[in-house]
């Protein structure tokens, strides 16, 4: 539940949330928190940061976005999975048992039959007692890491087949948007199914050495800009810090900044810039974190940084850096 709850103040602070103040409402103590022998927190104390952090960052579907832009290894649970699976089934199998690590008012169950297989999230407290916001928000956010986290595994854009939740979404465009399938209404349901044949898929333990340089501590990444948390600067922490599969559109960063498009490029031109110039400037940055490494591939770097032709790389990094990639790597 700390890891969680850490997971929450983390991602409010990428929404330009003061966490002080988030943690004061909640009846936490950061410092107190921090540390590693710190008390655990009460049910409430989690219910009351869900809360006020929806209500912080005028985003009602905080748990949603939160999923989108979170990583298992924030959570402490990633490095579990993948060094125990070698396939898509064994990592979800894994994952379910780990549930409890992050929380222990829901459950994870994984069942398949000749055509699917679908995951299950199963309050363990009952439904009519917990308290409906913070479940909510709890298991959409688990949902939605399900689902972007079987992308880095197999470095591919996964598909559910169906999704089905106990209640019909008022803004169903965004569900869908994020979850990348149209919710069905089912009674007591929280499932996410997906076709068979993503099952025996091999996953990146056989490069795992690229798979740890995906998952690293955003500590050992360039470091985000800091001084006055401006849009743009805001933008620019957001992406570095979810840099994991490469930058993401423009239209998944307004919705996760909880504004449209058209919005967001106005305030970003009214300081001077475009997303398309803080988009370039992150993979300037991650493309010479990389290169410098010296052990990875060009193609490997080119597909994280989101080109699908090493040309493509090859030409953005000479506008960065007025040499090539491979002469940078010499130098």
């Avoid at 700390?2 to 966490?19: H, P, S, W």
Wanted: hydrophobic content about 40%; aromatic content about 8%; charged content about 20%.
């Amino acid at each position: 539940m700390k890891q969680l709850a850490l997971g929450i103040l983390a991602y409010a602070a990428q929404r330009d949330v003061d966490t002080n103040q988030l943690c004061k409402l909640a009846g936490i103590k950061i410092a107190e928190l921090k540390k590693e022998d710190h008390a655990t927190l009460t049910g409430q104390q989690v219910h009351d940061l869900w809360l006020n952090a929806s209500r912080l960052t005028g985003d009602a579907l905080f748990g949603l976005h939160m999923g989108e832009s979170m990583r298992p290894a924030a959570l402490g649970i990633i490095g579990n999975i993948i060094q125990s699976s070698a396939t898509v089934g064994e990592a979800l199998t894994h994952a379910a048992s780990l549930t409890h690590l992050v929380t222990t008012d829901c459950r994870m169950e994984i069942t398949r039959d000749k055509s699917s297989f679908s995951v299950s999230l199963l309050p363990i407290v009952d439904p009519q007692k917990a308290d409906a916001f913070s479940l909510r928000h709890l298991i959409e956010m688990l949902m939605v890491m399900v689902v972007h986290e079987l992308d880095g595994l197999l470095l591919d854009k996964i598909i559910p087949q169906s999704i089905y939740l106990p209640y019909m979404p008022e803004d169903i465009d965004e569900y869908t948007r994020v979850l990348r399938c149209t919710p069905v209404k089912r009674a007591n349901k929280y499932e996410l199914k997906f076709p068979n044949r993503y099952w025996d898929i091999s996953i990146l333990t056989a490069n795992y050495e690229l798979q740890g340089l995906l998952l690293q501590k955003i500590s050992k990444l360039p470091q985000p800009k800091s001084g006055t948390q401006t849009l743009r600067t805001r933008i620019y922490n957001y992406l570095l810090a979810n840099s994991y599969l490469g930058v993401v559109s423009l239209n998944d960063i307004s919705a996760n900044f909880n504004m449209s498009s058209r919005s967001l490029q106005r305030k970003l031109k009214e300081e001077a810039t475009s997303f398309q110039d803080i988009a370039d400037e992150v993979r300037h940055a991650l493309a010479e974190y990389y290169i410098s490494s010296g052990n990875y591939a060009l193609k490997d770097i080119s597909w994280m940084l989101g080109y699908n032709e090493l040309s493509a790389f090859t030409r953005a990094f000479k506008r960065w850096t007025g040499q090539s990639p491979l002469s940078y790597s010499a130098s």
